[in-house]
């Protein structure tokens, strides 16, 4: 924590760019009931950044789409998200929790982009 990550690759000049950053924008599709693994583990490369992260309060938004349209669907991923924003001390802005797409059309159909839209235009 709080020192150069072990893993010589490109993820230590994104982490440079949040640390620039004014918010970070979070986008996921739900897989098994949580955050696709290529986000996962970016977010799990922030640990070498943790207080710098923490201190900065910086913006977030959190965006997941789900196929199914149950109320279980987002539940685990609110949760967790919930506590990451707690954890890294971020400025919550919104959260577009898009669920029930499984089928062709669904999103000129369903009212997340203007959601997502009005978010957008508020922060
Ligand atoms: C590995 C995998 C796991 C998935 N798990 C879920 C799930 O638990 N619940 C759900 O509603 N959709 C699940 N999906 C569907 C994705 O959430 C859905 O495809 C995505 O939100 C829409 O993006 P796409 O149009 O790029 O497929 C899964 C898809 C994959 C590939």
Redesign the pocket.
């Known amino acids: 924590m709080n020192g150069d990550c072990i893993f010589k690759d490109d993820m230590p000049n994104i982490l440079d760019y949040i640390e620039e950053a004014d918010m970070i924008v979070f986008a996921t ?5 949580g955050f696709s693994a290529q986000i996962k583990s970016a977010i799990d490369r922030f640990y070498s950044r943790n207080g710098r992260i923490q201190s900065k309060h910086l913006k977030s938004v959190f965006i997941a ?4 349209d149950d109320e279980v ?1 987002m539940s685990g991923i609110k949760k967790h998200i919930d506590i990451l924003i707690d954890y890294l001390n971020l400025d919550n802005q919104g959260m577009i929790l898009a ?1 029930g ?1 499984g089928y062709p059309g669904a999103s000129t159909e369903k009212y997340y982009k203007e959601e997502a839209y009005h978010l957008g235009k508020r922060v």
């Open positions: 599709p739900i897989y098994y009931f789409t789900a196929w199914n669907v669920k797409y």
